[in-house]
Protein backbone atom coordinates (compact mmCIF):
# COMPACT_ATOMS: atom_id res chain seq x y z
CA UNK A 1 0.00 0.00 0.00
CA UNK A 2 1.03 3.99 -0.81
CA UNK A 3 0.28 6.66 1.52
CA UNK A 4 0.33 10.13 -0.43
CA UNK A 5 0.65 13.65 1.74
CA UNK A 6 0.51 16.84 -0.41
CA UNK A 7 1.60 19.96 1.05
CA UNK A 8 2.30 23.85 -0.13
CA UNK A 9 -0.66 24.69 -0.73
CA UNK A 10 -1.78 28.43 -0.33
CA UNK A 11 -3.32 31.94 -1.11
CA UNK A 12 -1.26 33.96 -3.65
CA UNK A 13 -1.85 36.82 -5.98
CA UNK A 14 -2.05 36.16 -9.51
CA UNK A 15 1.72 36.04 -11.20
CA UNK A 16 3.09 34.46 -8.17
CA UNK A 17 4.62 30.87 -7.49
CA UNK A 18 3.68 28.01 -5.38
CA UNK A 19 5.70 24.72 -4.74
CA UNK A 20 3.44 21.85 -3.87
CA UNK A 21 5.26 18.61 -2.09
CA UNK A 22 3.64 14.93 -2.25
CA UNK A 23 5.71 13.10 -0.33
CA UNK A 24 5.21 8.92 -0.75
CA UNK A 25 5.71 6.32 1.95
CA UNK A 26 4.70 2.98 2.06
CA UNK A 27 5.43 0.08 -0.84
CA UNK A 28 6.94 2.80 -3.50
CA UNK A 29 9.98 3.29 -5.15
CA UNK A 30 11.21 4.72 -7.84
CA UNK A 31 9.41 2.99 -11.00
CA UNK A 32 6.55 4.51 -10.44
CA UNK A 33 4.70 6.78 -12.21
CA UNK A 34 3.64 10.09 -10.04
CA UNK A 35 0.98 13.19 -11.19
CA UNK A 36 -0.62 16.25 -10.19
CA UNK A 37 -4.39 16.45 -10.63
CA UNK A 38 -6.58 19.61 -9.80
CA UNK A 39 -10.18 19.74 -9.33
CA UNK A 40 -11.94 23.28 -9.10
CA UNK A 41 -15.26 23.56 -7.88
CA UNK A 42 -17.89 22.52 -10.43
CA UNK A 43 -15.88 20.57 -12.21
CA UNK A 44 -13.74 17.31 -13.03
CA UNK A 45 -10.72 16.56 -11.94
CA UNK A 46 -8.38 17.19 -14.37
CA UNK A 47 -4.66 15.94 -14.90
CA UNK A 48 -1.78 18.67 -14.27
CA UNK A 49 1.68 16.75 -14.85
CA UNK A 50 3.30 13.94 -14.51
CA UNK A 51 6.50 12.71 -14.50
CA UNK A 52 7.57 8.50 -16.15
CA UNK A 53 9.67 6.83 -13.77
CA UNK A 54 12.76 7.63 -16.21
CA UNK A 55 12.28 11.05 -15.79
CA UNK A 56 9.94 11.85 -19.27
CA UNK A 57 7.23 14.54 -18.52
CA UNK A 58 3.79 15.05 -19.60
CA UNK A 59 1.98 18.65 -19.33
CA UNK A 60 -1.72 19.85 -19.71
CA UNK A 61 -1.43 22.90 -22.35
CA UNK A 62 -2.98 25.06 -19.62
CA UNK A 63 -0.22 25.12 -17.82
CA UNK A 64 2.77 24.36 -19.69
CA UNK A 65 5.92 26.96 -19.63
CA UNK A 66 4.29 27.84 -15.96
CA UNK A 67 4.41 24.47 -14.13
CA UNK A 68 7.49 22.43 -13.60
CA UNK A 69 7.08 18.61 -12.30
CA UNK A 70 9.68 17.10 -10.77
CA UNK A 71 10.56 14.21 -8.31
CA UNK A 72 13.35 12.99 -5.73
CA UNK A 73 13.38 9.16 -5.44
CA UNK A 74 15.77 9.86 -2.27
CA UNK A 75 13.31 11.69 -0.41
CA UNK A 76 10.35 9.74 -1.82
CA UNK A 77 8.67 13.27 -2.68
CA UNK A 78 7.33 14.80 -6.26
CA UNK A 79 7.11 18.39 -6.70
CA UNK A 80 5.03 20.77 -8.64
CA UNK A 81 6.55 24.17 -9.27
CA UNK A 82 3.89 26.62 -10.79
CA UNK A 83 4.77 29.85 -11.94
CA UNK A 84 3.01 32.72 -13.57
CA UNK A 85 -0.40 31.77 -11.11
CA UNK A 86 -4.04 32.66 -12.79
CA UNK A 87 -7.05 32.62 -11.50
CA UNK A 88 -8.15 29.98 -13.02
CA UNK A 89 -5.38 27.74 -11.54
CA UNK A 90 -7.30 28.02 -8.34
CA UNK A 91 -8.17 24.64 -7.36
CA UNK A 92 -7.82 21.45 -5.15
CA UNK A 93 -4.13 19.75 -6.13
CA UNK A 94 -3.76 15.75 -5.71
CA UNK A 95 -0.96 13.64 -6.33
CA UNK A 96 -1.32 10.26 -7.43
CA UNK A 97 1.32 7.35 -8.20
CA UNK A 98 0.87 3.86 -9.85
CA UNK A 99 3.24 1.42 -10.86
CA UNK A 100 1.48 -0.23 -14.07
CA UNK A 101 4.05 0.82 -17.26
CA UNK A 102 2.50 3.00 -18.93
CA UNK A 103 3.89 1.76 -22.56
CA UNK A 104 6.27 5.37 -22.57
CA UNK A 105 5.83 7.37 -26.03
CA UNK A 106 2.67 9.60 -27.14
CA UNK A 107 0.57 7.13 -25.52
CA UNK A 108 2.28 6.75 -22.48
CA UNK A 109 2.32 10.41 -22.08
CA UNK A 110 -1.29 10.58 -22.54
CA UNK A 111 -2.04 8.31 -19.90
CA UNK A 112 0.05 9.85 -17.31
CA UNK A 113 -2.48 12.88 -17.62
CA UNK A 114 -5.70 10.37 -17.18
CA UNK A 115 -7.66 9.26 -13.93
CA UNK A 116 -8.27 6.21 -14.71
CA UNK A 117 -4.03 5.25 -14.77
CA UNK A 118 -3.45 5.93 -11.22
CA UNK A 119 -4.18 3.58 -8.44
CA UNK A 120 -3.03 5.79 -5.42
CA UNK A 121 -4.09 9.37 -4.15
CA UNK A 122 -3.57 11.79 -1.61
CA UNK A 123 -5.90 13.92 0.39
CA UNK A 124 -5.00 16.73 -1.82
CA UNK A 125 -3.99 20.44 -0.71
CA UNK A 126 -5.51 23.69 -1.48
CA UNK A 127 -4.28 26.36 -4.27
CA UNK A 128 -6.14 29.97 -4.36
CA UNK A 129 -4.70 32.77 -6.73
CA UNK A 130 -6.58 36.01 -6.69
Known amino acids: HVQLVESGGGSVQAGESLTLSCVASGYIDSRYCVGWFRQAPGKEREGVAGIESDGSTSYADSVKGRFTISRDNAKNTLYLQMNSLKPEDTAMYYC?????????????????????????WGQGTQVTVS
Open 96 to 120: AADRTPTGGGEYGMLLLLQQVYYGF
